[in-house]
């Protein structure tokens, strides 16, 4: 039984499209940071994941984003003042969790700007953030979707919670 678990996870590995997958909040970081990372990564031959597309509030998480999560070794999330004002960049948070707890995938969080603490706690312009998720879901009219964006909201906690306690880099005067 164990080596067939060694092979399946050795076929998993072997199934990686991408060295790393980065998440960002394009507006934040796109022309600077993310972008002189991104380059640094490519210059060292790791393939890596950067979505070209800026999506608003309240779009779905594409599914070919999801796949790229899934395909990757590693993510990097760039966690800058607006990031938790992004449902996508909050969805694909949980996603990168979920497959951190699900597999080997590594994660590194980069507080660009920010303070652990307050990604932790959402304060500052993270808690304005779900502060405004929260009166969009109260102002819901529909019951289920009330309920599946209270759901959300709460998940979108926790990944914040989560990520904020993992040994990650701090950008700040950089």
């Known amino acids: 039984m164990a080596i067939l678990n060694e092979i399946q996870e050795n076929q998993q590995e072997a199934a990686k499209t991408y ?68 449902t996508w960049c909050l969805d694909e948070l949980v996603l990168i969790l979920e497959q951190r707890k699900a597999s080997n995938h590594i994660v590194l969080p980069v507080f660009y700007h920010v303070e652990p603490t307050h990604v932790r706690k959402q304060e500052s312009s993270f808690g304005d953030a779900l502060f405004e998720h929260k009166q969009r879901m109260e102002a819901e009219k529909d019951k289920e979707k009330k309920i599946q964006a209270a759901r959300k909201l709460e998940s979108w906690r926790k990944a914040l919670e989560e990520v904020a306690d993992l040994k990650g880099k701090d950008a700040n005067n950089r």
């Open 19 to 86: 060295d790393v997958f980065l998440s960002f909040r394009g507006k934040d970081t796109r022309l600077s940071f993310t972008d002189y990372l991104y380059q640094a990564l490519v210059n060292e031959n790791i393939t890596t994941f950067l979505d070209e597309q800026e999506v608003e509030t309240g779009e779905e998480l594409k599914p070919e984003l999801a796949k790229a999560i899934k395909s990757s070794r590693a993510s990097i999330i760039v966690l800058s003042k607006n990031y938790a004002s992004s």
